[in-house]
């Protein structure tokens, strides 16, 4: 858990193909209206509400409403889980190729 108090795991989260999709969208824009973000799915505005309650849940997206609007934006700072997760099984892949050339190169001596 982090300041934000997440509730669901960051994982868990983006386990979804929908919620990466959402993600995506939220990262290529500062701030985007829940009707926008529908228009970009083949389903219905309480569907894509449970997803982005999902990743606000994980600390991934904040909310604000503006009038009778709500609007997302993405907090991309859980994603420092993953890339961390990511970058050592990145460095012990890197590791063991760089060791299995060497003894491939070994082999052909």
Not at 7 to 16: P, S, Y
Not at 43 to 61: F, P
Request: hydrophobic share 40%; no cysteine; charged share 30%.
């Amino acid at each position: 858990m982090t300041e934000n108090k997440q509730f669901r795991d960051t994982f868990d989260a983006i386990a979804d193909p929908t919620r990466r999709r959402l993600i995506r969208l939220l990262a290529e824009a500062e701030e985007i209206p829940l009707h926008e973000l529908t228009a970009q799915f083949q389903m219905g505005r309480t569907a894509v509400s449970k997803h982005l309650a999902i990743l606000k849940e994980a600390g991934l997206v904040a909310d604000r409403k503006v009038g009778r609007e709500t609007r997302f934006r993405l907090n991309a700072s859980p994603l420092r889980e993953i890339h961390d997760w990511i970058a050592f099984y990145s460095k012990f892949w890197s590791t063991n190729m760089l060791r299995l050339n060497q003894l491939l190169e070994e082999e052909e001596q």
